[in-house]
């Protein structure tokens, strides 16, 4: 069963409300190792791609999350707008035109976004970011389709390997980002990007499960 | 959390407001996306200095815009970098058809917003250079972090960059000047009490009545170390000593490469300070330190400077990069040449920084 | 306490010779007595304004010394008037043969200790006038108090009499021209947080995290009235309507008579502010507020002034007159005519307060 | 037996040891209804005379008086500074070139100090400050005398009336001073310069005591 457009939008929708919902644990998240404005600013970000959703009316899913992309980087800022934004803008890309897509296109669309965070935040996994949520989540994704998973299943997989790998930024040492000037003192705090990574992965699930249901 | 403000959300914009009704001489204010600009932009034939970062250290980067400073500032929402098209809508309005330099902190938020601007700065046929300021040795090495976070030699950076662009230096003259600015310029700072986010409504760290954090930023964030509070001769000496003794220190940024028309990855290094060297004596206050302790630093830092070989030829002393009513200060130490002075002494006339004019 | 200093007893002897070390090329500090005053003083002439005060009010006075404002200020303790020795030997140093203007805040350790200076300082044959500044609106009568506190207008009074000794102005003249400032000037402020001595070591009062008080004096001391928090707007409004709706304040000075050669009572009124006035409108924070919050309130005190007809054409935005790290702020307006606006333009050269110079 | 110019000197270093014993308890009477400085002040306004010390040697009691009055004009500052200050030159005036004196030209010397403060301080009993604990107590050591009470007795009189003084501060509002200008919201608080004041007569009667025994 194909993924359609009218999912990707409950998807922007229902994620708009996690992130409320999540916005002073997020923050939490970034006073202890940042500057305490991770989760005002998703939301900022969330609440502006659904200020363009009457525009959405018609669109293919690509056009969609480009449109979503360019709305976080001009109202997020931070380093979380430039990177999510991208991720967006490049999943659009990879989504160009489609209308429905397969959960192959979306393992290409999350490729293309992780590798846009990678190139704009010259980083890579294990310095404590966000990629440590997403990338093991794209791992398990394919793994679980070329194990011929259902898609609630393998979305299942993907969420619990994006929690997984989430947690795993506890113990890092933080490289990247404000975090990394703490050195030594980030470690046993989990990175809010990667919180709010593995969050937009189980909202992709709860709409799998809606759907599936 | 207590707070001259209305809603939390509208501080920015209320701020911005307020600027643009005090300041009409000097400085107009554009919403949505918000930057201030200089009130006879553009400036003809001038090259146009763009600043940006989160909102929250006032003056900088909003109260610097003016005559001999920027041309226009682009304020984030507190602590939080700007978004690209506050920086492409600023360089459109004040671009002089001399080309913009962008003068930005090393955060990747602010490295990272500020690259995509000047891609679509240049898209739109707009010669944009950035300089990137990086002198906190508070950060020690560059491979493991984001390298060293730009603080107190912005200000002074925005000064003497701000001069030379009055003054007629061309683009690229100018991006060198701002590179050697940076090159010569090491801060380091401290707290004695956090500050909070107006959005985030708590402070973004605690800290006991008997102590105080070592290397902080200028984002409320906490600093490298915690420590027993100690006097003010002894906190000026850790922060002289640290910025005084550093170690040459190098790092690769990636600057804009004119020619080739990509980014490219350039190595730089700062020269340690020497006996015999000029300086430029910054003691900052963080925002919510009486005014009355600033000069029992200076006093202290002028010794210990003496001490070294260092002298002193000009200063600055005040709230001019803060984090909103944290407590503390910062010291920087900028090694100065005849022209560096010349440019420093030029008339200013911006809000937040003013003389001979 | 947490600050910023060595130890609390020496925090005034530290800053004088910090602000020494700082602005050679501005100012002269003496120590024993302790007073600050012009490089180039005395200048021959010219009549030497002298201010002077408890110390924790920084930039004020200190700060306020040079070209085109005080010839000295002579610095208490930390909210401790100064004592007659040092504003005698202040003037027997800046004393350049036109006499001296004393600028008193009202405050009675401020007022017996300048009239002593003044009567040993006519002893030793310099002519002395004193005029008293008392703008403090929080203060409703004159007759069951020491009368309204000098604070905002001080500032302004200082950078106005300054400009016009600089241009020339004779003792009697200048005498009257600082009580006019004084007369259309009035202000109020407000705290969010107290603030603490350093020999004292804890706040002089304290507030709820909900509570607020206003009224308040420049000296830590607690306010007329604590109410809860309330925003920005409605604070601003608070002020700004207390200071534009005061009725007329009838008071009576001691003034040196020098005809007569003794101290005489004269009365004074402060006339209400009324549509179509001129005002400068001065945005002061306390200390310890975050300089982003400063243009919230100028934005509400621009639009009140607009809807009662008064009409700004200069203002001034800033940490002038402070109370250590306390956070809150207070507002003057100070109405004006031709005049005081050509003298609040000259050029001033000091640590605090600069332009044109 | 007359007052010796060595029992003033007692006083003034006793008085300096209370007042150094007392300054928190001062400044803390002052930080409720003013600026958290008197007792402050008035230890370094003593400090101050037991430095001049070395200058007493030989002189009259109205000269040390005087030299004492000036080193608080000259180091006190506040409204503390001035008058004490005033006070003890008034007083030394009052003494001038007496090496003893006795309980009559003590009341001569307390009522010039009186007036002294009255003048510049252009104050008067009943508005809650030191003068409300001064005037009593040289109306009490007045009646004493004309009682024909023993010096001791006397002054324990005049410090009763000192200390009764202070303690009538408290209901009143203020009306002089910082405190005026919290109007109703001075009273219930003990007057801090009363306070200094009763100590100085407390410290008195103490010298006294000790000549007595
Ligand atoms: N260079 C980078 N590459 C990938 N992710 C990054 C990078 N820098 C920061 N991040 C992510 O961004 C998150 C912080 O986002 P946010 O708080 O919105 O921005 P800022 O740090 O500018 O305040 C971090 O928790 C981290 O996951
Ligand atoms: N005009 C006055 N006349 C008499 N006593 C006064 C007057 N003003 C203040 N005082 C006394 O001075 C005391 C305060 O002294 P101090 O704290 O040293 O000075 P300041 O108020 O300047 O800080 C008050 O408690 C009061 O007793
Ligand atoms: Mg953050
Ligand atoms: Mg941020
Ligand atoms: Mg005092
Ligand atoms: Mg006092």
């Given at each position: 069963m194909p993924i359609t457009v009218e999912k990707v939008k409950e998807f922007l929708q229902r994620a708009t409300e996690v992130l409320k919902e999540n916005r002073e644990y997020l923050t939490e998240l970034d006073s202890a190792?940042?500057?305490?404005d991770h989760g005002i600013n998703m939301d900022r970000g969330f609440q502006a791609i659904m200020s363009r959703f009457?525009?959405?009316?018609?669109?293919d899913a690509g056009t969609i999350l480009k449109t979503a992309g360019m709305a976080l980087v001009s109202t997020v800022?931070?380093?979380g707008g430039p990177l999510y934004g991208t991720a967006f803008m490049q999943a659009g890309m990879a989504l160009q035109g489609k209308y429905e897509f397969t959960l192959e296109d979306l393992v290409k669309a999350l490729e293309a976004a992780l590798k846009g965070i990678m190139n704009l935040g010259k980083s890579k996994p294990g310095?404590?970011?966000m990629i440590d949520a997403i990338a093991p989540a794209i791992e398990a994704l394919k793994k679980a389709l070329a194990n011929g998973a259902d898609p609630v299943k393998a979305l299942e997989e993907t969420t619990r390997a994006a929690e997984e790998g989430m947690k795993a930024t506890i113990p890092m040492i933080a490289?990247?980002?404000?975090?990394?000037?703490l050195g030594e003192r980030s470690i046993g705090h989990q990175d809010p990007g990667a919180t709010s990574s593995y969050l937009l992965f189980r909202t992709m699930l709860e709409i799998a499960q809606k759907q599936g249901s | 959390m207590k707070k001259l403000i209305n809603k939390p959300e509208d501080v920015v914009k209320e701020e911005l407001e307020g600027l643009a009704l005090a300041y009409p001489d000097m400085i107009k204010v554009h919403f949505d996306p918000n930057f201030v600009y200089r009130a006879?932009?553009?400036?003809?034939g001038k090259v146009a200095v763009i600043s940006g970062g989160g909102?929250?250290?006032?003056?900088?980067h909003g109260g610097f815009v003016g005559m001999g400073m920027l041309d226009a500032a682009c304020p984030g929402q507190v602590f939080t970098s700007p978004t690209p098209d506050q920086m492409l809508e600023a360089a459109k309005t004040v671009h002089g058809g001399a080309g913009i330099l962008y003068i930005v902190k090393n955060y990747s938020g602010d490295i990272m917003n500020f690259e995509m601007a000047a891609d679509m700065a240049r898209a739109e046929g707009i010669r944009v250079l950035s300089v990137i300021i990086d002198d906190d040795?508070?950060?020690?090495?560059s491979l493991y972090t984001q390298g060293r976070r730009g603080v107190g030699t912005t200000v002074l950076a925005e000064k003497i960059v701000g001069a030379a662009a009055e003054k007629g230096y061309e683009l690229k003259r100018l991006a060198a000047l701002c590179t050697k600015v940076n090159l010569n310029g090491r801060s380091m700072g401290m707290a004695l009490t956090p500050c909070t986010v107006p959005m985030a409504g708590k402070p973004t760290f605690q800290l006991a009545e008997d102590e105080m954090e070592i290397g902080?930023?200028?984002?409320?964030e906490p600093g490298r170390e915690r420590m027993k509070l100690k006097t003010a001769d002894e906190i000026t000496e850790m922060l002289a000593l640290s910025i005084i003794d550093d170690p040459p220190y190098r790092r690769t940024h990636r600057i804009f490469d004119e020619e080739k028309g990509e980014w490219v990855d350039v190595d730089l290094e700062s020269p340690p300070f020497k006996p015999g060297d000029k300086v430029l004596a910054f003691v900052n206050s963080?925002?919510?330190?009486?005014?009355?302790e600033l000069p029992i630093i200076y006093r202290k830092l002028h010794e210990i400077c003496n001490k070294k070989g260092l002298k002193i030829v000009r200063n600055l002393i005040g709230?001019?990069?803060?984090?909103?009513?944290?407590q503390g200060c910062s010291i920087t130490l900028l090694r100065m040449d005849e022209e560096m002075i010349e440019l420093w002494d030029a008339p200013v006339r911006t809000p937040g920084l003013r003389w001979k004019a």
């Open positions: 190792i940042g500057d305490a009457p525009t959405f009316e018609g669109k800022g931070g380093a310095e404590k970011t490289q990247k980002g404000r975090a990394s000037y | 006879d932009a553009p400036v003809k909102s929250g250290h006032e003056p900088m040795v508070a950060v020690k090495d902080i930023g200028i984002h409320g963080m925002g919510g330190t009486p005014l009355i709230p001019y990069i803060t984090s909103l009513e944290m």
